[in-house]
């Protein structure tokens, strides 16, 4: 699991695929996998106290996501103080498992096939941590992941992610120094995202994508012709009778 360092460029010329997970590639969001670690704790009474904090701590977390992505992040994870790391570690696999894995897109490894095909880098970039990414880049063939990062002293989470918080426009910022790193032409590459939120990161890149977009991303895409994607159903046929992604 890698994250963007100023280390001598590699693969000089060659371009990435960046992808946003959550909404993009699998209809989840970062509440159910948080969840799901709360409800698995060693203990049951570990596990009602850890979500009774939690929900109380719901309505902070409700505004935080309305005005600072990155504040949300902070005030999320926060209910991780206190985990151990082999906890963690083991309970990624079942979050995997039981909450990512059947929220899959229906076309999300196709389209992450067709751009290895074409010899890009595909890169997750997402603000779930990194135990649980890691699954899903493997299942999808992914080539790495920029991801949030959990700090452990003495192998206990003390509730704060390590810098840089992949979230808002940081993420375009991630990008631009992972693209450094490794070499890749961002005019070359790619970025593919379901939310109106990364339009920073998508704006780094030469060729940005909105897949499932909201409302407001699908507006600025029909504006800017981005193509708007949709691989949360079976390829349909177009009026010409050729498949088609496109909605």
């Given at each position: 699991m890698n994250h963007p360092a100023d280390t001598p460029a590699r693969h000089e010329g060659t371009s990435a695929a960046y992808f946003d997970v959550d909404g993009t590639l699998v209809g989840t969001n970062l509440l159910q996998p948080t969840f799901?670690?709360?409800l698995n704790q060693a203990r049951p009474d570990m596990s009602a106290l850890r979500v009774g904090r939690a929900l109380l701590g719901a309505p902070a977390m409700a505004m935080a996501e309305l005005r600072d992505r990155r504040l949300f992040n902070e005030l999320l994870f926060s209910n991780y103080r206190g985990m151990?790391?082999?906890?963690?570690?083991?309970?990624?696999?079942?979050v995997f498992e039981d909450v990512i894995k059947p929220r899959i897109f229906h076309g999300?490894?196709?389209l992450i096939q067709k751009c290895k095909d074409a010899g890009q880098r595909v890169v997750l970039i997402t603000g779930s941590l990194d135990h649980t990414t890691a699954h899903l880049a493997a299942y999808l063939g992914a080539d790495d992941c920029i991801t949030?990062?959990?700090e452990f002293k003495d192998g206990f989470a003390t509730g704060k992610l390590l810098r840089p918080v992949v979230a808002g426009p940081e993420k375009a910022a991630l990008i631009?120094?992972?693209a450094r790193k490794h070499g890749h032409d961002l005019l070359r590459s790619h970025a593919y995202s379901d939310s109106y939120s990364d339009v920073p990161m998508l704006s780094v890149v030469g060729h940005p994508n909105c897949v499932n977009p909201d409302e407001r991303l699908a507006r600025l895409a029909r504006a800017y012709r981005w193509p708007i994607l949709d691989i949360n159903v079976p390829e349909r046929k177009s009026a010409t009778g050729r498949g088609s992604s496109r909605r």
């Open positions: 799901y670690y709360l151990t790391e082999d906890r963690m570690v083991l309970v990624a696999a079942d999300a490894k196709e949030n990062r959990l631009v120094a992972d």
